[in-house]
């Protein structure tokens, strides 16, 4: 059964941090990616990554960054919050190759910041 | 641009109803598209799709896909109150991005 485990559930943090979301999946996918969900936006493709140390823009990656040091850990960074980064934050992974996989979620990281 | 929408936006309905919801879709390189149940916490896999014509069931719950309209929907029917939740429709647009859409509220009353 894959599991796809998210740092934290709840994370307030101050205009101007540093902020650190982890990922950990323990099924031996390739694939990962961070969303982002709001109301009425549905989800958003932040970043992903095909494997170690490789990463890809995804749809609205400007203010954030990421970090794949490790096939299982996909981090995603935002250098200097702002507060129209709260939202939900999801992870997802999922098989690789050329064939069609389904994406597998984390539970979320509720993020405000104020 | 990519883009799915997804419509109602929120459904209201009696147990023992029978529901449908829409998704459209405008998606450069189409490869499936896919159906989450989103209750409290993550997203779960409901179908994907990929030819047109053919249904998917599993229980209470069916999908089609219509490739000459561009879109999807999904049925299901002798709702239960367990069945409230946000559903979500997303696209494959080529190696395994997904474009979701908005989201359909769908809660079910006894």
């Known amino acids: 059964d894959v599991k796809v485990t998210q740092s934290s559930r709840y994370l307030v943090k101050r205009t101007g941090e540093k902020v650190f979301l982890e990922c950990v999946q323990d099924m031996d996918h390739e694939n990962m990616f961070w969303y982002r969900q709001d109301p009425g936006l549905g989800l958003r493709l932040i970043y992903f990554?095909?494997?170690?140390?490789?990463?890809e823009k995804g749809d609205i990656p400007e203010g954030y960054s990421v970090s794949r040091e490790k096939k299982e850990r996909f981090s995603l960074i935002l250098e200097s919050a702002s507060t129209n980064q709260t939202s939900m934050y999801l992870c997802?992974?999922?098989?690789?190759?050329?064939?069609?996989?389904?994406?597998?979620f984390g539970p979320g990281t509720r993020l405000t910041v104020t | 641009e990519d883009k799915v929408v997804q419509s109602p936006l929120s459904l209201v309905v009696h147990e023992g109803d029978t529901v449908t919801l829409n998704c459209s879709y405008e998606?450069?390189?189409?490869?499936?598209l896919l159906w989450y149940k989103q209750e409290k916490k993550a997203p779960t896999f409901l179908f994907m799709l990929?030819?047109?014509?053919i249904e998917k069931k599993s229980g209470r719950l069916s999908s089609i896909l219509d490739k000459k309209e561009l879109s999807s929907i999904l049925n299901i029917t002798a709702t239960q109150t367990g069945d409230s939740a946000i559903y979500l429709c997303a696209v494959e647009r080529g190696a395994q991005k997904l474009v979701f859409g908005q989201g359909t509220r769908l809660t079910i009353n006894p």
């Open positions: 990554s095909y494997d170690v140390k490789m990463k």
């Open positions: 997802a992974s999922s098989l690789p190759g050329t064939g069609i996989h389904e994406q597998y």
């Open positions: 990929t030819s047109s014509g």
């Open positions: 998606v450069t390189n189409f490869r499936s």
